[in-house]
Nanobody
């Protein structure tokens, strides 16, 4: 069983930056795609960004393109989400996910989530 632990969330003013981290254990991290979802109460969970096992393929939701950057360090079993130019609408609980591929990542394993709050 894989364990995913997110960190780096918090409160930031609009225009600011945060970096989320997700540390994985229990599986061969480097063979799995990783991603970040977010969820606001009353709304469905949204895939924000994902990265393939090698890092050669990435996905970004249109709402975060040009502002967020996903990366991974397979030696540290960690995936990162650098979030710049944050907006109040980025406020959500952010979840790390691990899956067989970017396309199927929602069917994989999840972390417990970390709150990101962007004040206007």
């Amino acid at each position: 069983q894989v364990q995913l632990v997110e960190s780096g969330g918090g409160l930031v003013q609009a225009g600011g930056s945060l970096r989320l981290s997700c540390a994985a254990s229990g599986r061969t991290f480097s063979t799995y795609a990783m991603g970040w979802f977010r969820q606001v109460p009353g709304k469905e969970r949204e895939l924000v960004s994902a990265i393939s096992w090698s890092g050669s393929s990435t996905y970004y939701a249109d709402s975060v393109k040009g502002r967020f950057t996903i990366s991974r360090d397979n030696a540290k079993n960690t995936v990162y989400l650098q979030m710049n130019s944050l907006k109040p609408e980025d406020t959500a609980v952010y979840y790390c996910a691990l899956g067989a591929s970017i396309a199927t990542i929602a069917q994989g394993s999840w972390g417990q989530g970390t709150q990101v709050t962007v004040s206007s």
